[in-house]
C-alpha cells in the first residue's frame, strides 16, 4: 500500500502540480495600468480627466501604441450656466511637477502625421551669400524640450544669433532672417495610428453640452500622478486639476 500511494503521488507531482509549483508563465497576470484621475471647475466650466500614465493604459485607451514621450490624457469637459463655451485645445496645459516640463495638447498629425517644418534662411553675413534651406520634423528632434512649438529650433532659428559669437569668430553680425513653412509629405501607406489619434482626439469648437475627448502631450520619462498638473486657462482666473494615485480617494 505504501509503495502504491507513492508512486500515484509521483505521478501526480510529474503529471501537473510540479509546473503550477514553477511557475507558469502562461497563467501569469497581466501587468498593473496606471490611470490617475482628478477633477475641478469653477462657476463657467467642469473639468475631469483620467491621465494614461503607462504604456498598456495608453495603448488600451487608443487601441494602437502611440510609442515613447507621451501621456495620452482624457478629459470631459462640462459648461455650466446658459452661455456656450468655445472649446480651443490651446487652453490646456499639462505641467510636470518632476522637471518642469510642460506641453499644450499635440493635434495627431504632429504626433504620427507626415508633416515637416521648412525652415528657410535669406541674406546673411558678408561673404556667406544666400543661406540654406533645413527641414525638421513636427515635434522637434530627438531631446527638444517638450512644450516648445512642435518643430521649434532650440534656441532660435539658423541665422538668428551672430555668427562666432560664443566661438570668437568674425564680430560682423548676422543680417539674414528665417522663414518657416509646413509642408505634407505625399501619402502613403494608410497610418492605424493616426486614424486612432483623429477619431479619439478631443474636438473643437462651440459646446452646450458635456464632451469627453483624448488629448495628446509630449512629456518625457517616468511620472507620478501626483507630479501632474492640468490647467484649463480660459476659465478667469483659470481651473487647475491635480491627479491622485490610483485606488487613491
Known amino acids: 500500500m505504501r509503495r502504491s500511494a507513492l508512486a500515484g503521488l509521483v505521478v501526480v507531482l510529474a503529471g501537473g502540480v510540479v509546473p503550477a509549483l514553477a511557475g507558469d508563465k502562461s497563467q501569469a497576470e497581466p501587468a498593473a495600468k496606471v490611470v ?9 466650466v467642469g473639468i475631469a480627466a483620467r491621465a494614461f500614465l503607462d504604456k498598456e493604459s495608453m495603448k488600451q485607451a487608443l487601441g494602437s501604441d502611440i510609442g515613447a514621450g507621451y501621456i495620452v490624457v482624457e478629459v470631459t469637459v462640462t459648461p455650466k450656466g446658459d452661455e456656450k463655451l468655445n472649446l480651443d485645445l490651446d487652453d490646456f496645459l ?26 528657410k534662411s535669406t541674406g546673411g553675413q558678408q561673404g556667406r551669400g544666400m543661406g540654406g534651406q533645413g527641414r525638421i520634423p513636427i515635434g522637434g528632434y530627438p ?10 529650433y532650440p534656441g532660435g532659428y539658423p541665422g538668428t544669433v551672430p555668427m562666432g559669437g ?8 548676422d543680417t539674414s532672417e528665417a522663414s518657416a513653412t509646413i509642408e505634407e509629405k505625399k501619402a502613403g501607406k494608410p497610418n492605424p495610428l493616426l486614424d486612432a489619434l483623429k477619431v479619439k482626439a478631443l474636438q473643437e469648437g462651440e459646446i452646450d453640452h458635456p464632451v ?38
Open 36 to 44: 490617475a484621475s482628478g477633477e475641478a471647475a469653477d462657476e463657467k
Open 94 to 119: 499639462l505641467r510636470s511637477d518632476k522637471d518642469g516640463q510642460h506641453s499644450r495638447p499635440l493635434t495627431p498629425s504632429q504626433v504620427a502625421g507626415n508633416a515637416v517644418m521648412v525652415v
Open 212 to 249: 469627453t475627448g483624448l488629448l495628446y502631450f509630449q512629456i518625457d520619462g517616468k511620472v507620478k500622478p501626483k507630479q501632474l498638473e492640468l490647467i484649463y486657462r480660459k476659465a478667469p482666473p483659470r481651473v487647475s486639476l491635480r491627479f491622485k494615485e490610483p485606488g487613491k480617494k
Open 143 to 152: 531631446g527638444q524640450y517638450p512644450g516648445q512649438y512642435p518643430g521649434q
Open 166 to 173: 560664443a566661438s570668437g569668430g568674425s564680430a560682423t553680425a
